[in-house]
């Protein structure tokens, strides 16, 4: 799930929220009462679909064995493959790899090490070695993060960076002074954003930008993670400075030492235009109508993890998706399609809707988005679905109950949270509402590992992403048969 700009952490992320969706519910249901719109609203011809968890779990083993598949990468590229193979399996029709030419960046090298320095901070201590941090554990590149080289030899000191401690970020003042120096932020919840910090950063003449993490993750060791950068308040060029999240403890390191150390900071970046992919299959209805239906997830993971959760439980189910309904034939088109670059600004969803924008705004019927939809029962045991339409609300009451009744014996032990909402710009499903569709997200609770390395194979139960699954592509063949 992508990271959103502003000016505290407005980003979206269901494993944080979902504990007020009940009450986002509630209110749901009093706005719809007093508009006249009836929430249970559903249709006995409803039908439940099937989900194959074991050729699911493969599919999942299959791309996080990728590694992580940052936007425009070459990885990002094999699943996009592995997807369009599954949809030709599938028997989908037009299956194809449209791509889209976007601004990614590839992290080539990131190596940071505090040196100790001796009277005046002229030179390192005789003797001293630098104590080198590990990459992606201990800290974590920002999105569009700029570069910075390192000088080496008997030289390796001179391009050595200060380490100006500023606070929280919020005093004005105490960037006034960061000029040439490491700024380094004890990043709290009532931070700026990232995005504009790189800005005040960047005004303050400061070379580089450091975010210690005291806010997010403390259950796991206060966890760097990785967020996008974005151009706010009217910039139209980000600056060309290295930014980096650290844990609590090797900011603290760097604040502590900030009056007798120096920080070292070798960062290759490459950011550039690349292709963007997005993969397509189609199964065709059998009117002769042009509207359609969406299934979708997004295909990229962030480049410090492998995104077991995020998001390629969220491919895994409309893979499976795609395998359960290729044996119906709708009235209406069902397109599945998985995106490329949303974590660094839902670029792919965008790059599509753009180019199909005549035929989404005047055919698309609904966009069903999953993103994150898993959880792990031992730990939260809540998995959410929430939709911008009255009649879609009414038919997953209707799919819950089925499946309940179905397979009550596996899904009795989760907590399938059904709301109406208007969802927002966090994900794949917002250009399609741009353009008039309605939309459905899906997603779980419990996401702690989420944006970090630490997201793998050992936090995914693909029982309760086939309970999500089944549950959204049973109302995705209703509503693509009316």
Same mark, same amino acid.
């Given at each position: 799930?992508?990271?959103?700009?502003?000016?505290?952490?407005?980003?979206?992320?269901?494993?944080?929220?979902?504990?007020?969706?009940?009450?986002?519910?509630?209110?749901?249901?009093?706005?719809?009462?007093?508009?006249?719109?009836?929430?249970?609203?559903?249709?006995?011809?409803?039908?439940?679909?099937?989900?194959?968890?074991?050729?699911?779990?493969?599919?999942?083993?299959?791309?996080?064995?990728?590694? @992580?598949?940052?936007?425009?990468?070459?990885?990002?590229?094999?699943?996009?493959?592995?997807?369009?193979?599954?949809?030709?399996?599938?028997?989908?029709?037009?299956?194809?790899?449209?791509?889209?030419?976007?601004?990614?960046?590839?992290?080539?090298?990131?190596?940071?090490?505090?040196?100790?320095?001796?009277?005046?901070?002229?030179?390192?201590?005789?003797?001293?070695?630098?104590?080198?941090?590990?990459?992606?554990?201990?800290?974590?590149?920002?999105?569009?993060?700029?570069?910075?080289?390192?000088?080496?030899? @008997?030289?390796?000191?001179?391009?050595?960076?200060?380490?100006?401690?500023?606070?929280?970020?919020?005093?004005?003042?105490?960037?006034?002074?960061?000029?040439?120096?490491?700024?380094?932020?004890?990043?709290?919840?009532?931070?700026?954003?990232?995005?504009?910090?790189?800005?005040?950063?960047?005004?303050?003449?400061?070379?580089?930008?450091?975010?210690?993490?005291?806010?997010?993750?403390?259950?796991?060791?206060?966890?760097?993670?990785?967020?996008?950068?974005?151009?706010?308040?009217?910039?139209?060029?980000?600056?060309?400075?290295?930014?980096?999240?650290?844990?609590?403890?090797?900011?603290?390191?760097?604040?502590?030492?900030?009056?007798?150390?120096?920080?070292?900071?070798?960062?290759?970046?490459?950011?550039?235009?690349?292709?963007?992919?997005?993969?397509?299959?189609?199964?065709?209805?059998?009117?002769?109508?042009?509207?359609?239906?969406?299934?979708?997830?997004?295909?990229?993971?962030?480049?410090?993890?492998?995104?077991?959760?995020?998001?390629?439980?969220?491919?895994?189910?409309?893979?499976?998706?795609?395998?359960?309904?290729?044996?119906?034939?709708?009235?209406?088109?069902?397109?599945?399609?998985?995106?490329?670059?949303?974590?660094?600004?839902?670029?792919?969803?965008?790059?599509?809707?753009?180019?199909?924008?005549?035929?989404?705004?005047?055919?698309?019927?609904?966009?069903?988005?999953?993103?994150?939809?898993?959880?792990?029962?031992?730990?939260?045991?809540?998995?959410?679905?929430?939709?911008?339409?009255?009649?879609?609300?009414?038919?997953?009451?209707?799919?819950?109950?089925?499946? !309940?009744?179905?397979?009550?014996?596996?899904?009795?032990?989760?907590?399938?949270? !059904?709301?109406?909402?208007?969802?927002?710009?966090?994900?794949?499903?917002?250009?399609?509402?741009?353009?008039?569709?309605?939309?459905?997200?899906?997603?779980?609770?419990?996401?702690?590992?989420?944006?970090?390395?630490?997201?793998?194979?050992?936090?995914?139960?693909?029982?309760?992403?086939?309970?999500?699954?089944?549950?959204?592509?049973?109302?995705?063949?209703?509503?693509?048969?009316?």
């Amino acid at each position: 799930m992508v990271e959103l700009p502003g000016s505290r952490k407005t980003q979206i992320i269901v494993a944080a929220v979902v504990a007020s969706l009940v009450l986002v519910g509630i209110i749901g249901v009093a706005v719809l009462a007093q508009s006249g719109g009836s929430i249970f609203e559903s249709d006995p011809g409803l039908t439940i679909i099937d989900f194959d968890e074991e050729a699911a779990y493969a599919d999942e083993t299959y791309l996080t064995g990728l590694g @992580p598949r940052p936007g425009g990468s070459e990885a990002e590229m094999k699943g996009a493959q592995y997807v369009a193979d599954q949809f030709n399996k599938a028997g989908l029709d037009q299956v194809m790899i449209e791509e889209y030419d976007a601004e990614v960046f590839e992290i080539h090298k990131a190596e940071v090490s505090i040196i100790s320095y001796g009277p005046f901070m002229r030179f390192p201590m005789f003797g001293s070695t630098p104590q080198r941090f590990e990459h992606t554990v201990d800290y974590v590149v920002q999105g569009y993060s700029g570069s910075r080289s390192a000088a080496s030899g @008997p030289m390796a000191h001179s391009t050595d960076l200060e380490i100006y401690p500023v606070g929280n970020g919020t005093d004005q003042s105490k960037w006034n002074s960061a000029g040439g120096k490491a700024a380094l932020v004890t990043y709290e919840a009532t931070s700026p954003s990232t995005s504009e910090m790189m800005f005040i950063a960047r005004d303050a003449g400061a070379e580089a930008l450091i975010l210690n993490n005291h806010h997010l993750n403390e259950d796991l060791g206060y966890a760097p993670l990785f967020k996008g950068t974005y151009l706010v308040n009217g910039e139209t060029q980000r600056p060309n400075i290295p930014i980096f999240m650290t844990t609590k403890a090797m900011g603290d390191q760097l604040a502590n030492g900030a009056s007798n150390s120096k920080v070292r900071i070798d960062f290759d970046i490459t950011i550039e235009n690349r292709p963007v992919p997005v993969t397509v299959g189609i199964l065709e209805g059998s009117s002769s109508s042009d509207d359609f239906v969406v299934i979708g997830a997004h295909m990229d993971t962030v480049y410090n993890g492998i995104g077991a959760w995020d998001n390629t439980v969220g491919v895994v189910s409309v893979i499976a998706q795609a395998r359960a309904l290729a044996k119906y034939t709708p009235k209406h088109d069902i397109r599945f399609i998985t995106f490329g670059a949303e974590e660094i600004g839902i670029i792919g969803a965008y790059k599509y809707a753009e180019a199909h924008s005549q035929e989404i705004t005047d055919h698309c019927i609904h966009m069903f988005n999953s993103d994150m939809p898993n959880c792990d029962p031992s730990r939260d045991n809540r998995l959410w679905i929430g939709t911008s339409t009255n009649k879609t609300l009414g038919l997953f009451e209707d799919a819950k109950s089925k499946l !309940l009744e179905i397979d009550g014996n596996k899904y009795q032990k989760y907590n399938l949270m !059904l709301t109406y909402s208007e969802l927002g710009p966090y994900s794949d499903h917002w250009p399609f509402m741009q353009l008039g569709s309605g939309g459905t997200f899906a997603g779980g609770a419990g996401a702690k590992e989420y944006h970090t390395y630490l997201d793998d194979l050992s936090h995914v139960h693909i029982e309760s992403t086939g309970y999500s699954a089944r549950a959204m592509g049973s109302v995705a063949l209703y509503m693509a048969d009316q």
